[in-house]
């Protein structure tokens, strides 16, 4: 009989996944990314628990935007920084705020490969929940390659990627060089700016092989400059979570951002006061990279891997989140900040954030060694992550603004004469280091024909050592000299995974998982004026199902149950009785949720390959209660913003000759907008579809529309909305909130030489 290799999707393995930590609000609005299978033995198809990656999930198809991957749900919320990710299996960036990955991250031509990591697989190596994005850099070559990929728009988007890598010597010495530049006017027209998105990313390198196949070491560096604006929509919201667009205001296609991109700023360590733009350098992040790694053959049959990186940036970064619209009368006494003339009529309530340039220092290491022993693949491991920022500070003001496409700043009664107020209400700041020393072992054995286990263990060791305020920010808050004072403690965080499969016959059989990982609190965490629950965070996931392969179909069907406690919470809340009244609350809660998923890949004949997966969930929040305005608040049970509790993906495709037709279609069922569950959401599709020619072997050209049913709803979270209880006096309303981009056509040429 002839040996037969199983493909399932990782959502067999796991829930659909966004990973899930830390801060919302304040953090969802501001701080608001695929398959390997291994050989069985003669007849039997298994799942393959040695299965490191995913292919069917579609990572990189994004429909908010085209900078990130996206998130893969497990009935956690996102985080602002999206799903993790690893580039040479370490993190692209230490943690996400204030440095986003897509700042010194993208999918690249610069990037040999990229996949999409397991939750066993990073809980073993990473310690962590959920799964990640790995990618891995494009190393010298021993011959000459060059590839590169051109990319444009319906909306003018120009995004250019090459790289060429080649022999330098005779010796083994290799080299690679790249450049990636995107210009991404995105789907909406700024007022400022022509780009809602510039980024560059050089690379250049050399490899030496080793003699005798034993191995490789390569020198690289990846240096890195981007900006990125951010835009939201205004819409009426209506019965049963649907939103219509206004005459003045078209989703996706308008901007909502101030129409001269500036923002008046009070800076909280210096008390000066200045003006930062939304666009250019005032709003940029730029770090240098430089990575070392390799692996090398031992005589005893142990492979040494190791990479390491050293990770220098200077960050800015300068958001504005909108927090209500409220009508105002010719009395009010409103004015056009541009020229003088009153005003009447819908006026947004803006707050707007600025961080000057932040210094951030990370140097982090893996070294392991793997080996194939008998029926046991043996993995051991250390990781070592030091991580500094130099007085991390987020500048806060607030400001009113006109409500439709570029707005106008207002000047109110409670303005000053540029338009701002409440000058670092709100405001952040921390600073000092972190360092995470990790050992970690893994071990994939095959007990039987019949019986495979997976199993791993992760030790860390956490330190925090630096400094934060609890003094409390006033409007017009400056600290003073002895306003701070020092953090520093040690935590001891334990992770690992087993997952285990019985073939029960040929092609059916049982499968089990448990996951755990646990966690504390960051130096971020101490950014606002309290001391954060010092509590350990812990995240148990436990599955039980079932899988059925053969020739023409691969399905897994399981239930899953994952809680995480320690979620902390900062909400920008809005009192519903008067708009204009705006309060920072914190809150420590946690989350559980339960599900079923079925997932199945299904090939009926040469070409066709039709994906499948659909998940039933049920997200909730546990202990959350806080008081705000003079009130008591407690949304224990209430479902989780922002996470539907049915998905689907529908991804067919076929190939035929030179051409290859796909589409890929996501069903979100309705997602609660806000915290008491009032406000929604209603169901929408997310839908891609493409089609590629190879018109030779190194030349391949393609077309993608995004959106092509051209839905315009809104989805994510309602800003300024916490705290609504009845939704009836919204109906008509203008809100404002996330959404996914209009119709876009893409079209790509790609070359490999």
């Known amino acids: 009989m002839r040996k037969s290799t199983l493909k399932i999707s990782a959502l067999g393995l796991m829930f659909s996944f966004a990973v899930a930590f830390g801060q919302e609000t304040d ?35 994004n429909a908010a935007n085209n900078t990130s991957p996206r998130d893969v749900n497990i009935g956690l919320p996102a985080t602002v920084g999206g799903i993790t990710i690893l580039e040479n299996d370490l993190p692209a960036v230490y943690f996400f705020w204030p440095e986003l990955p897509n700042k010194t991250w993208r999918q690249s031509v610069g990037l040999e490969r990229t996949g999409l990591l397991k939750m066993d697989q990073l809980a073993n190596t990473m310690g962590d929940l959920g799964f990640a994005v790995n990618s891995y850099s494009q190393t010298g070559t021993k011959e000459l390659k060059v590839k590169g990929k051109f990319t444009t728009s319906t909306f003018g988007w120009l995004q250019g990627d090459v790289n060429v890598s080649g022999p330098i010597s005779k010796n083994g010495w290799t080299y690679t060089a790249g450049a990636f530049v995107n210009y991404d006017p995105s789907t909406f027209k700024l007022g400022f700016a022509r780009n809602v998105d510039e980024t560059k990313i050089f690379r250049v390198g050399a490899t030496k092989y080793f003699k005798d196949n034993k191995g490789q070491i390569s020198f690289l560096y990846k240096y890195s400059d981007s900006y990125n604006v951010g835009n939201y929509a205004v819409f009426q919201y209506g019965e049963n979570g649907k939103v219509t667009e206004l005459d003045n205001f078209k989703i996706g296609r308008d901007s909502y951002v101030v129409n001269d991109g ?23 992040s730029k770090a240098h990279n430089i990575d070392i790694l390799g692996n090398y053959l031992l005589n005893n049959g142990w492979n040494f891997k190791f990479s390491t990186r050293a990770h220098f940036a200077d960050v800015k970064m300068a958001n504005i989140i909108p927090l209500s619209i409220f009508n105002a009368d010719s009395s009010a006494g409103y004015t056009l900040a541009s020229n003088g ?10 707050l707007a954030m600025y961080t000057p340039k ?21 993995t051991v491991g250390i990781l070592e992550q030091y991580y500094n920022i130099d ?12 409500v439709g496409a570029q707005p106008e700043r207002l000047i109110g009664p409670s303005t000053d004469s540029n338009g701002f107020y409440n000058y670092n209400v709100g405001g952040e700041f921390h600073s000092g280091t ?16 019949n019986f495979n286990l997976s199993y791993g263990l992760h030790l860390r060791n956490h330190m925090i050592d630096g400094e934060f305020s609890m003094t409390p920010r006033s409007p017009n808050f400056v600290f003073a000299a002895n306003d701070f ?9 334990v992770g690992g995974s087993v997952n285990a499969t019985y073939n029960i016959s040929k092609n059916f059989g049982v499968l089990a998982n448990f996951l755990y990982t646990e966690e504390n609190r960051r130096l971020e965490s101490y950014s606002q004026p309290f001391t954060p629950d010092m509590k350990k965070i812990r995240s148990p996931l436990g599955a039980i199902g079932v899988f059925w392969n053969t020739d023409y179909i691969q399905l897994i069907s399981q239930a899953t149950w994952l809680t995480k406690n320690g979620y902390l919470g900062r909400y920008n809340l809005v009192n519903p009785n008067n708009s204009t009244q705006v309060e920072v609350a914190s809150v420590d809660y946690s989350i559980q949720t339960l599900g079923w998923t079925t997932d199945f890949v299904l090939k009926p004949f040469k070409g066709f390959n039709f994906h499948y997966l659909i998940t039933f969930q049920n997200p909730v929040y546990k202990d959350f209660a806080f008081s705000a305005f003079g009130e008591n608040y407690n949304y224990a049970d209430k479902n989780v913003l922002g996470v539907s509790k ?3 993906e529908i991804d067919p495709s076929y190939t035929i000759d030179k051409w290859r037709f796909w589409a890929s279609f996501r069903y979100f069922s309705k997602q609660y907008a806000n915290l008491t569950n009032a406000l929604y959401f209603a169901p929408r599709w997310e839908t891609f579809g493409g089609v590629s020619y190879t018109v030779n072997k190194n030349i391949n050209v393609g077309a993608t529309v995004i959106n092509f049913l051209n839905q315009r709803g809104a989805s994510g979270t309602i800003n300024g909305a916490e705290l609504i209880t009845d939704a009836t006096p919204f109906y008509g309303k203008l809100l404002t909130g996330t959404y996914i981009m209009p119709l876009t056509g893409q079209f790509s040429v790609s070359f490999n030489f």
């Open 262 to 284: 500036q923002i008046r700023m009070k800076d909280i360590l210096t008390g000066r006061d200045f003006w930062a733009s939304m666009s250019g350098s005032d709003n940029s």
């Open 646 to 648: 049915v998905l689907m």
């Open 358 to 378: 932040t210094p951030i220092t990370n140097i982090a290491g893996r070294f392991s060694l793997n080996k194939q022993i008998g029926d046991h693949n043996v």
């Open 391 to 402: 007085k991390f500070t987020s500048n806060r003001s607030f400001f009113f603004q006109t």
């Open 485 to 493: 004072q020092n953090i520093k403690e040690s935590w001891f965080h």
């Open 434 to 449: 972190e360092n995470k020393l990790s050992v970690y072992a893994a071990d994939d054995w095959k007990v039987s024909d």
């Open 27 to 61: 953090s969802l609005a501001v701080k608001s990314a695929l398959k390997e299978a291994s050989k069985t033995e003669e007849g039997v198809k298994t799942v393959t628990t040695s299965s490191k990656e995913d292919n069917n999930r579609n990572v990189m198809l």
């Open 341 to 350: 003339q009153a005003y009447s009529g819908p006026v947004g309530t803006q």
